[in-house]
């Protein structure tokens, strides 16, 4: 039997890569156990503070990279996003981020927007 490790998507907007970061640090012994796959940015800050984990990155999201975790939930292949939104800034790739945020209630996947709600989901992930 071929076991598939599950695999979670990180994104962050700027004014919120450092909450994306506390986060990762404080659940990276579960985050260890999932294939990960960020935008660019996101990525590497995650990965410079948590090496251990196994993450892949896309492109930054303002050059496609929301969209490419867009089409990974599509094809069924990230079962979770963590998606932490800034809400005060605009952003020049607002429709990208409508679109992965769409995308993800259209598979009904868990989508945690904030560090709040996603604490809370990883609360829940750790059988
Ligand atoms: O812009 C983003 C999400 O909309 C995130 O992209 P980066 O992680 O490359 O900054």
Redesign the pocket.
Known sequence: MKLVRRSLAL????LK?DEMVSFAQAHRAILVRYDLV????????VLAACPELSLTTV?????G??QQIGALIAEGQVQGLF?F?DPLSP?P?DV??KA?TRLALVYDIPMALNAATAHMIVGQMLD
Do not use: I
């Open positions: 994104v962050a907007h700027d890569k960020a935008t660019g940015t996101t990525g590497g800050r492109k930054s999201g303002p050059l990279g929301d998606f939104v952003m790739h990208d981020v992965l």
